[in-house]
Structures are given as structure tokens and as C-alpha cells.
């Protein structure tokens, strides 16, 4: 049987350029037809021609399946293609005056526009989490299978995937191929066993494409995102599966590429011979059918769930068996060495194995997977600067774990050249921060500048004279900002944020002053984990053990202000963030006392984790009602 030359195309689009990822994509395509052999098909992610975090631009950004195969065949010959080559586009579709988050096949001639053989819209739009689908799109229905010149294929977008039925009515409309299209982001940084280091994601979407394509006995083709929209990083991790549930080809993290692979139409018939659950279920569909049938109407109307459509079964009467009329049991040969059980004896009990109480459940754990953490960091500093078109970076350098482990990032997605590194010492700060923030320098080879505080504090604060420790350190805070932000103006360069996850989530920070930087690449990590990643990353042990301190006030400590370590409070957070509250926490054995001081901390300084609430009036409020994205 002929082989069939399959790629997928991880691309970062560049957000809301629909003009520029069109001319891109075209040159993606006349790049993969010039390989030996070319591609049959061309796999592209959800929404590449826009970015997918688009929200309010979806109206802007959205077009015409017809006029997408215009532009793109347009741009495939313009950037050199010539060979025939069919491809699959995600893309935000204007359908008949309604808005649609699409797939399309199309097939490109050696000359003029493509053509379009079939759109897919999507039929499940997630609006949960950080995902709000429903308030810019319509829900597409139905999915197709549809013949292409080199057999049958279907395609979904994104969740449609993590819907089993999906699959399944695909397998039965006669799919070889599936086709998800995905902008999936990546999420979860605890180290999986048996396999490479990943996102937890990227494992999940993996157990997904395999349960499609084993269960059905197909190839499916995943193609996912990279680059960073919002501070949500793409992973890439794109992926073929063959019919056997095993990986045919597996694309990079974070990174562009052109995977490529020929895979065999013919091992289909193979493993459906193998396991025929395909050919089961159509033997089963009526029954199926009738099933869902009843189950839909039961979701419709809740009183549909008590009805049958039949009596209920009685079970017949066991007949009674007279003795005379018992079957004769001959005697079992036993093996030598077993002693038959003398009448009456009990046979040793059976082993135990006891997995304890699973039945609470808990969050995900607080360990991460280092190297992980930092090629998933180091990908969205480059990809953020890339976008916002900045190449250097400002980082306040305290002598802290935290803008120690930032720099050391910047460092290496920038380069040491495009890394300055500002001192801000006041007259009162602790020598060592200085000379710890000299340590990172000199290991990085960063640029570095100290500018002295003490006399722009002085200087407001001497018209307050009888200003609190508390808001003296507050001014310190601001005035450093000032001169972050000053250089990162002076030098065209992006300041960077140094604030951990709970710092944040305690509200030890200054509001608008150390938070305030547009990039954070450590904003998402607990302080403990802060700690273990700088222990990979070469942080000096000094550093690294030494109690945290904002270095506001003399003799001041993080968990002396707070009352509770660290260790203890990312425990209490990682609970409470993941919905658990105080009472089940207690229940747990956790110290109520300490649950309390940081449930008090999380509640009441969440206003400080907002912008500033603004008083809607109009029917256009910013942020409200007015969602074109900022960041594009």
C-alpha cells in the first residue's frame, strides 16, 4: 500500500498579523513541498492566521473560507510552491454573518487559488479557566467525515478532542485520518514519570490522541501552537499516532518545526484486525443508539431519569434440585504436596494490600521538574520580547533569590550583552545585598549599574518627618521603580518583574511599585519552588539560604512579617488555591492557627492583584465591553 507523507507545522504565529501570517504560512507550505519526498497534507494549529488569545479582535481577524484559500494560494506561489500539496488551516471563520472557531482543508494547485474541500467548525468552545470561547464564537454542529485525493479524513478543533464521542463519529463516518487542530496551552510543571520531561498537558493531550486513534484504529495528526500570547506558552509537542496507539513522530517543545512522517494506510486494517472495538461498535450502534437516545432525553427532562421503557426484570424461580436427581461430582486429583483441607477448615486468608485513604484527594504537588521549568521560562522571555520588539531587559537586582533567578533567565534567553542589571541600594540597606547582587553579576557577565536611593527618599521624606518604618520602606519601593523604569526607557529596554507566586498571593509586595514591570517570568512559581529552581540553575548558596527580606527595614524578614514560613504558607496556598477550604484543610491535620493567617492574607489582599476598579458607565468600558487584547 502507498505510503502517505504527513506534516505538521508547529508555528507561532504572530498576533492579530493576519497579513503576515499569511505570507508565513505560504512559505511554511513552499518549504514543505520542496522536501523528498513532499508532503502529502500539511498539518497547520487552531487559529494560526490570528494568534488564538485574540478575544474582541475575533470580528477583525476573522475571514472567509473562500478568501483564505484566495490569500493563501496566493501567498503559496508568491513565495515559490509549485507542486500540488493539500493543507490543513485553523483559522477564526466569518460564516453567514456568524463568527466560527474553523479548520479547513484545502488543496493547493500548482497555480491559482487553492480550493476548499471542507470547513470544520467547532462543536465544544471552552469557556472556563482562562479560556472564553462562547463570548466571541458560535458553536459549530455536526462532524464529517469527507474523501481527499489520498482517502477519508475528519477534522477537530481543540476540545472537540477531549470529547470521546468526537472520535467516535468520525471512525463511524469512515476517518482514516483525524486531524486536531489544537492551540492548547501548557500547564502543570510536576515531572512525569516514564517519559521526557513535559508539561502535564502535553501528557494529558498525548493519553488523548492515543485513546482516538487504538480505540478506533486510525492515524490522528496533532498539531499544536508555540510561542507565548499573554503570558500563556504554546508548547509545541505536536504529535502523529498510529493506529496501534503508538507515536509515529513527536514534535520539539517550545519551538518551531516541520515535522514530517510516512506512515502506511494499509497498518489500519491491521489493527483494527488486531482489535476490532470498531467493528464491535457498529455491531452494537442500535442498541447504542436507542441508549443515547434515552440518555438524552433523561439530560432533557430531569423526571425522564426515574422511566424505562420496560417492566423491570424479575429474575425466574430457581427450580429445586432433588437429590436423586444431582449430577455426580467425581473427586478433583490434587497435586502431590497439597493436603486436601480436613472438613471444617478454613483456607489461609487472603493478602491484603492496603493503598490507604485515597478517597479526599489533593492538589498537584509542589515539586516541579527544574529543567522543565526552565526551558518553558526561557521560551516565553524570548518570545515576549520578540513580540513587544525588545531586545534588552532592566532587572532590579536586590541580592535576592528572586531577581537572582530572573536575571539568570534574561541572561539566557537574551544573552549576558542584553541583560542590565540595577543595584538600589539605600544608606541603611544590608551591605550583603550589594555583595551577593555582585556575585550573580560577575557569573552572568551582565551589564550593571548602582544608583544610591538614599538622597530621592531623603527627600520626600523629609517633608515626612514622622513617617512609619512601614512607610518609609513603602516610598523606597516606589522610588526604586522610578529608576527601573527610567533606564528601561533610557536604554529601550523591557523592565522585568520579580515577584513570586507567593509573595503575590500573600500581598507582600508594594501595590504598583515592585508589580508593576509588564514581563514576569517567576510571577507563577511558590517561593519554595523558587528555591529548588535556583539550586539548578547555579544560584550561589549564599543566596539561596539566606532568610528572604525585602531589605526595606533593618532586621526585617518575610516570615517574621508573616508569622508562618514559607514552607508551611505554600502548603496552606496550593490547598486553597485548588479549592479546598480551611475546614477540609484542618481535617487534614494542617494547623488551624496557620491555615487562618493565610486564608486572611489570600482574602484580603486580593484587590491588589486587580487594576484599579473602574466605575462602568458606558457601553464600551475597557476590559468589559472593549476586549480588543492589549498585548498585539
Known sequence: MPVLHLSIAQFRPRKGDVAGNVARIGEILAQAASLDPPP???HFPETVLSGYFVEGAVRETATTAGALAEALGASYHAAGGHRAIDAVIGFYELHEGTLHNSAAYLVFDAAGPAEVVHVHRK??????????????????????????????????VCEDAWHSLSGTIAALDGAQVVFVSAAAPARGMQERRGSDPAPATVARWERLMRDIAEEHGLYVSLANLVGSEGGKVFPGA???????????????????????????LGDIARARSDAPMLSDLRGALPTMRAELERVSGAAISPGAASRTDRPPRVPAARPAVSPAVRPAVRPVARPAGHATPAPGARAAPITVVRAGDTGHGEPPPLEINPALVEGWLVAFLRDEFKRRGFTDAVVGLSGGVDSAVTATLAARALGSDHVLAVRMPYRTSSPDSLA????????????????????????YLGAEPDA???????????????????????????????????????????WHADDSPPVNPIGDLFKTQIWAFAK???????????????????????????????AKADVILNWLLHGYSPRELI??????????????????????????????????????????????
Open 40 to 42: 502529502d497534507v500539511v
Open 123 to 156: 462543536n465544544f468552545l471552552p469557556t472556563y479557566g482562562m479560556f472564553d470561547e462562547e463570548r466571541f464564537v458560535e458553536r459549530g454542529f455536526g462532524i464529517r467525515a469527507f474523501d481527499t485525493r489520498w482517502g477519508r479524513t475528519a477534522l477537530l
Open 587 to 632: 481535617a487534614r491535620g494542617l494547623d488551624g492557627a496557620e491555615v487562618e493567617i493565610v486564608r486572611a492574607r489570600l482574602d484580603g489582599t486580593h484587590w491588589e492583584r486587580k487594576l484599579p476598579t473602574v466605575a462602568l458607565l458606558s457601553s464600551a468600558a475597557i476590559g468589559e465591553s472593549y476586549l480588543r487584547p492589549v498585548d498585539y
Open 536 to 566: 539548578h540553575l547555579g544560584i550561589p548558596i549564599a543566596i539561596v539560604d539566606k532568610p528572604a527580606s525585602a531589605d526595606l527595614i533593618q532586621g526585617q524578614t518575610d516570615e517574621g512579617d508573616f508569622g508562618i514560613s514559607y
Open 238 to 264: 505536536s504529535l502523529i499516532m498510529g493506529p496501534h496507539g503508538d507515536v509515529r513522530a513527536r514534535g520539539p517543545l517550545w519551538e518551531e518545526a516541520l515535522l514530517t512522517a510516512g506512515v502506511e
Open 468 to 510: 512609619s518604618p512601614a512607610r518609609r520602606g513603602n516610598v523606597m519601593a516606589r522610588v526604586r521603580m522610578i529608576a527601573l523604569f527610567d533606564l528601561a526607557a533610557k536604554h529601550n529596554a523591557l523592565p522585568l518583574g520579580t515577584g513570586n507566586k507567593s509573595e503575590r498571593l500573600l500581598g507582600y509586595f508594594t
Open 436 to 459: 551577593h547582587a555582585q556575585l550573580i553579576v560577575d557569573q552572568l557577565g551582565i551589564r550593571e549599574r548602582t544608583i544610591d536611593i538614599s538622597a530621592a527618599v531623603d527627600g
